[in-house]
């Protein structure tokens, strides 16, 4: 397979591909279409093609480039962050980041209350 022809993820450890089942997951699932495991590296649906999908407002193409530089993507080298930065960073991400495609359950609960998690709870 060429690059051309796609991209096919296999699992090291159980040789099985990603592929596409052409099946639609229930309402549990918010009706994905279902990948499964398969073992059949051959199979046309294993095969997953990559895009890169850049949106601007700039029609003209010298504004679009400058915009494109301006925009955060993945940096080309690695990112050192030591512990604490790492913790500082999923912690701001898990406190401002909201969840609005995602159902409120029976133990939905707001990061402030985590904070006295251990005081509520009288056991």
């Known amino acids: 397979m060429n690059a051309k022809e796609g991209v096919r993820l296999v699992n090291v450890n ?17 009706h994905q279409q279902e990948v499964v495991g398969d073992v059949q590296l051959s ?11 850049r ?4 029609e003209e193409k010298e504004d679009l480039q400058r915009e494109f530089m301006k925009t955060d993507f993945i940096p080309l080298e690695p990112v050192k962050l030591n512990f604490i930065e790492k913790f500082l ?7 401002f980041i909201t969840n609005e495609n995602v159902p409120n359950h029976m133990y939905t609960s707001s990061p402030w209350k985590w904070l006295l998690i251990s005081l509520l709870d009288i056991t």
Request: hydrophobic share 35%; net charge neutral.
């Open 43 to 53: 199979n046309i649906d294993n095969n997953w093609n990559v895009e890169e999908h």
């Open 89 to 95: 960073e999923l912690q701001l991400r898990r406190f």
């Open 55 to 58: 949106y601007t407002r700039n």
């Open 14 to 30: 159980t040789s099985a591909a990603l592929s596409y089942s052409g099946r639609t997951l229930p309402a549990w699932g918010f």
